[in-house]
């Protein structure tokens, strides 16, 4: 995105993006209403392809280029309290890059948690999984960001990774995608792919 913005901003022209928004229900608090929303936007790649044709009986081929839709990125929430009379009473926005474009709609925030005086949520950003705790003045009360989540053999270096990250029951959730992983140890496979699946308990 910095790099789509440099170009525009060097043809002299405006950089423009537009967000959609993946809404959760609105969550009651006491006479007020709380909004999360997860803020992404459609990307797309270029294709080349070639056609052949015959005119006069000479053949003759012809490369084409075209748009392909390539996924929805995610790349930051909304958190916004709202009283009855739909006034604002504040909002927060943070980051939540996710580690894939899935090719649907859908919603990486998970509640882990709603008491009198906070909210818990968690979500899978990159490698990591984050869960942050807002009181219902706007104030963060926590921000936690685990490491890389582990393999299962020493030397394991995951070349790349991507999560999601789902409610299970109690305050236990399960991490499942995949892993590229290199390993040097001539007794393993030195490269190779897994599926995952992990349960993580929140505190």
Avoid: C
């Avoid at 809404?23 to 909004?35: C, P, R, S, T």
């Avoid at 818990?120 to 705790?133: D, P, T, Y």
């Avoid at 992983?181 to 001539?186: H, M, P, Q």
Wanted: proline share 1%; net charge positive; hydrophobic share 35%.
């Amino acid at each position: 995105m910095p790099k789509r913005k440099k170009r525009r901003r060097l043809k002299g022209k405006e950089f423009n993006l537009n967000y959609r928004i993946a809404a959760h229900g609105i969550i009651k608090v006491k006479d007020e209403y709380l909004f999360l929303g997860e803020a992404y936007y459609p990307t797309y790649r270029t294709e080349t392809y070639t056609t052949a044709s015959v005119v006069n009986g000479v053949s003759t081929t012809q490369t084409h280029t075209r748009q392909v839709f390539d996924g929805y990125q995610y790349t930051h929430a909304i958190l916004a309290l709202f009283d009855k009379d739909g006034r604002l009473l504040w909002d927060r926005t943070f980051e939540m890059w996710s580690a894939y474009k899935p090719f649907h709609v859908k919603r990486f925030i998970s509640m882990a948690e709603q008491n009198q005086n906070s909210l818990k949520l968690v979500f899978a950003s990159g490698k990591n999984i984050i869960s942050k705790s807002f009181d219902f003045e706007g104030n963060v009360v926590n921000d936690f960001e685990s490491g890389e989540i582990k393999t299962n053999y020493d030397g394991d270096k995951a070349l790349r990774s991507f999560s999601n990250l789902d409610y299970w029951y109690d305050n236990y959730f399960i991490a499942h995608g995949f892993q590229k992983i290199k390993n040097e140890d001539e007794q393993l496979k030195r490269k190779r792919k897994v599926y995952f699946i992990s349960k993580i308990e929140f505190e």
